[in-house]
Each structure stands twice: as structure tokens, then as C-alpha cells.
């Protein structure tokens, strides 16, 4: 296949995801049903459970300061839901998704939040939902952090419908058209999608949505591991490990002012982080490691390459500008590829002139490579005396 032509059916692939993420996170249910619906400010901890796809576990329905603190929450809908110019703080909650009750339907959101004023999400647990979704923002003149995902355990984000026929395009985040928000931090969370058991798009999306110049949106210390099509052996896949992604005419509209550092994805599809559209966007010192794969010995098929810095909205060069990738370490095993060497593809072939300082890993790369990088992150975890997932009773949340 000439380079062309596997540019041009690469750069198709990120614009499936993109706009199949975009008609996914613009649907967002304050409707309907709820086990408990908040109208009031507060903490509220319990058990809430949902039974249908149209039911939410929670809703929150006032922008008076709310906080859900160690709530356990089921059900195949959405486990919480959060309207216009809501306060929220989800801290110490364990959420799990069940399969959807109707056709057509994915596991619901362990969030779905839609013009927020205020967000942290932190020290939680959820397992086979189809994710978080902030869906455009209202309001950030409050001191303190405006929104922060931080010290999440994550397990198969899904979005297969229950009928087998479709998908919803999942992601274990998904920022929406999030502008000009300073104080954005999305670190230290642990996201690991297993094969057959997940549907996960852009495990992060940033979709429109920016930080500012002084204070860029930060995705910083996070360890994704997994992204793969369904089934796994399929060798068509159009998700990554984080997209900085949108369709904005203008530069005030456009993906713009973040940085991505000291992030490690493993075991992604297609690429491990890619640059399609915005400005001033920085990711330096991340590690991408793909061995091509699968726990059952079959290769993983799916992966093209781990780093792509390109304008695929074709966007004027007044929007789609000044990007540095810098000092990542890199070891993407894709069938076929040839850089640095045979059957790897480190840089996306023609699509990545920004990107400099690649310390490119020795190989082979192979399942015992990506399992270094768990045992890494562990050991990270150790050193700076963190936990992911909710804490134990007797240790106090970071400030």
C-alpha cells in the first residue's frame, strides 16, 4: 500500500471517531425517571439502583453545592445526570453498568453532565459504563479547581448495544465544547478496557473544548490501557488513547491551550494520541506502548501508529497551529509498518512533522513490555503515596 494511500484511510478513521463522539456526547438525558432525584444542596451518600436504560440512578436538579460521597449505584442507565449550572462534587462513589433493557442502547454514563459551573470527579470506581460526558460549560469565575478528574479506577468502558447491531462511540471522557476553561486537571485516573469485554473510542476526547494560556487544560499522569474494535481480532478501528479533536472555523472555537504529560497508554488501536485539530497544544513525555498482541496470542490487527500530529478539518493555518510533541517514549507495533524498523510504526508516516526527541523503544515489543509498564505505574503510584479508586475510610482525600 503506498503511504498515501494509508494516510488518507487513517485520517478517515479519526474522522469517524470524531463525529460519531460529537453526536454521542451532544445526547444527554435530564428526563425521564430517577432513583433519586436532587433539588436541593447538600451530601448524599446511599445505594441507588436504576432498572431501565431510560432511568437514572441520580439526577441532579439544582445549582446549590452538591456532593455524592461514598454512593454505590447500578443500573444500565445512567448512574448520575447533572443540569445547567450544577455544583458537583462525585467523590469515594462505586458505580456499576448493567446491560441495556432496550435495543439500540449502550450501558449507560456513570456521568452525563451538561453545563456545569463546577465538576470534580474523584477517587471513584466504575466499571462497564460508557463513561463521563461534560457537554459544553457555564460559569468559571469560583476560585479553586473549575473541573477535575482525578484518582478514577476505570474497568470496560462499553458501548455496544445490547441488540448487537450498533454502538454508542464510548469514551472514559469525553470534554464537549468545554472553551476557554482555566483550571481543567485530568490526572492520575487508571483506565484499562479489556478485549471482548469493551467498546472504548477516544478513551479521551477533547473535543472543542480548551484551556487558556496562562492556565492550559491539563491531562497529565494517567494510565489507559486498552482500546480495541469488537471483536478484537477486527483489523478496522478508529479509537485512541487521547484525541484533541473538533470541527471549530475559528481559533475562539478550536480545541486549544492543552498539554499532555507523563501519560502512559498501552494496547491502543489505531494510535495511541493524536493531534487532528486546535492550537497550541503540547504533549511531551508520554509513553505509547503497543505490542500487536492479544492476551490469547492472536495479533492485534487494528493498530496504525502511535503518534499523529495532523489537520484533518483542514483547518485555515489561522486555527490549526503552533503544536509541539516532544520527548515521548514510543513502542507501537503495527503489522506491516517499517519506522523505526519492520512491523513498527512509532510516528504516523507523513502525519507527524511536529513531533521531536522520540526515544523510540528497543525491540521486540511484546505483551512483557506493556506488563513493565503496569508494574511502573504501580510503582509511581507508590512513590508519591497515591490511591486510585476510592479510598479507605481512614485516609483523607488530597486537597
Known amino acids: 500500500m503506498k503511504a498515501t494511500t494509508r494516510i488518507t484511510s487513517w485520517l478517515w478513521l479519526a474522522w469517524a471517531s470524531a463525529a460519531h463522539g460529537l453526536a454521542a456526547c451532544t445526547h444527554h438525558h ?24 431510560g432511568m437514572a440512578c441520580v439526577r441532579v436538579a439544582t445549582t446549590e453545592p ?14 448520575i445526570e447533572a443540569g445547567e449550572g450544577a455544583d458537583l462534587t462525585v467523590r469515594n462513589c462505586r458505580g456499576q453498568g448493567l446491560a441495556p433493557t432496550a435495543d439500540q442502547q449502550a450501558p449507560g454514563r ?26 459544553r460549560w457555564s460559569g468559571a469565575g469560583q476560585p479553586g479547581p473549575t473541573l477535575s478528574v482525578c484518582y478514577n479506577r476505570v474497568r470496560n468502558v462499553d458501548g455496544r448495544w445490547r441488540d448487537g447491531q450498533g454502538s454508542t462511540h464510548s469514551s472514559f471522557l469525553i470534554l464537549n465544547t468545554v472553551q476557554h476553561l482555566p483550571r481543567v486537571d485530568i490526572a492520575f485516573n487508571e483506565v484499562v478496557n479489556e478485549p471482548g469485554q469493551s467498546l472504548v473510542e477516544d478513551n479521551i476526547n477533547l473535543y472543542n473544548s480548551s484551556g487558556t494560556a496562562q492556565s492550559p487544560l491539563h491531562v497529565h499522569d ?12 477486527a483489523d478496522k478501528f478508529t479509537g485512541t488513547g487521547l484525541t484533541s479533536d473538533g470541527d471549530a472555523k475559528t481559533a475562539e ?52 501508529a502511535a503518534l499523529g500530529v495532523f489537520n484533518f478539518y483542514h483547518q485555515p493555518p489561522s486555527v490549526f497551529f503552533n503544536h509541539r510533541v516532544e520527548g515521548n517514549t514510543v513502542g507501537y507495533v503495527h503489522w506491516g509498518g517499517h519506522a523505526p524498523g519492520p512491523d513498527r510504526q512509532d510516528l504516523s508516516e507523513g502525519a507527524c512533522a511536529p513531533c521531536t526527541g522520540t526515544v523510540h523503544l528497543l525491540d521486540p515489543i511484546t505483551p512483557a513490555t506493556e506488563a513493565r509498564e503496569w508494574r511502573s505505574w504501580q510503582q ?5 503515596g497515591l490511591v486510585v479508586g476510592p479510598l479507605p475510610l481512614n485516609k483523607p482525600a488530597r486537597p
Open 30 to 53: 435530564l428526563g425521564g425517571a430517577a432513583a433519586l432525584v436532587i433539588t436541593h444542596g447538600g451530601t448524599y451518600t446511599g445505594t441507588y439502583r436504576s432498572t431501565s436504560s
Open 110 to 135: 456513570f456521568l452525563d453532565v451538561y453545563r456545569p459551573s463546577r465538576l470534580v470527579v474523584e477517587h471513584n470506581e466504575f466499571t462497564q459504563t460508557s463513561g463521563i460526558v461534560v457537554n
Open 222 to 233: 494517567n494510565f489507559v490501557q486498552g482500546a480495541y474494535p469488537f471483536p478484537a481480532t
Open 253 to 304: 472555537e478550536a480545541a486549544a491551550f492543552i498539554e499532555a504529560d507523563h501519560n502512559q497508554f498501552v494496547a491502543t488501536g489505531n494510535a495511541a494520541m493524536n493531534i487532528a485539530a486546535g492550537h497550541d497544544i503540547y504533549y511531551h513525555h508520554n509513553r505509547a506502548v503497543t505490542s500487536g498482541a492479544l492476551p490469547g496470542g492472536q495479533r492485534f490487527r487494528a493498530g496504525h
Open 66 to 79: 452538591v456532593v455524592l460521597a461514598g454512593c454505590t449505584l447500578t443500573g444500565p442507565g445512567n448512574l
Open 380 to 384: 509511581k503510584l507508590k512513590q508519591k
